[in-house]
């Protein structure tokens, strides 16, 4: 059985940053293309960033240039490093590998 589990989350002042983990239980990892997603109370789940099994990365206008998505396929790990966050960056945090299958989330919250 598939397994994501994220880690990571945390409560942060703004400005501060976060490394969000996915490890993955899956074998041929690397073949895989793999994102992560949030979803905030009341709103819709959105994409924040991809990372493709050939390495292309994307990320939703809002996390660009603070926010970088990483992967070790050694380690069948996904990263996501938070920088600068914001108050609206506060959700919980999904990772997605395959397309279908999702981890349990974590949760980032940015207050003072």
């Known amino acids: 059985q598939v397994q994501l589990v994220e880690s990571g989350g945390g409560l942060v002042q703004p400005g501060g940053s976060l490394r969000l983990s996915c490890a993955a239980s899956?074998?041929?990892?690397?073949?895989?293309?793999m994102a992560w997603h949030r979803q905030a109370p009341g709103k819709q789940r959105e994409l924040v960033a991809s990372?493709?099994?050939?390495?292309?990365?994307n990320y939703a206008d809002s996390v660009a240039g603070r926010f970088t998505i990483s992967r070790d396929n050694a380690k069948k790990t996904m990263f996501l490093q938070m920088n600068n966050l914001k108050p609206e960056d506060s959700a919980v945090y999904y990772c997605?590998?395959?397309?279908?299958?999702w981890g349990q989330g974590t949760q980032v919250t940015v207050s003072s």
């Open positions: 899956i074998a041929a990892f690397s073949i895989y293309d």
């Open positions: 990372v493709r099994a050939i390495g292309i990365k």
């Open positions: 997605n590998i395959r397309g279908d299958l």
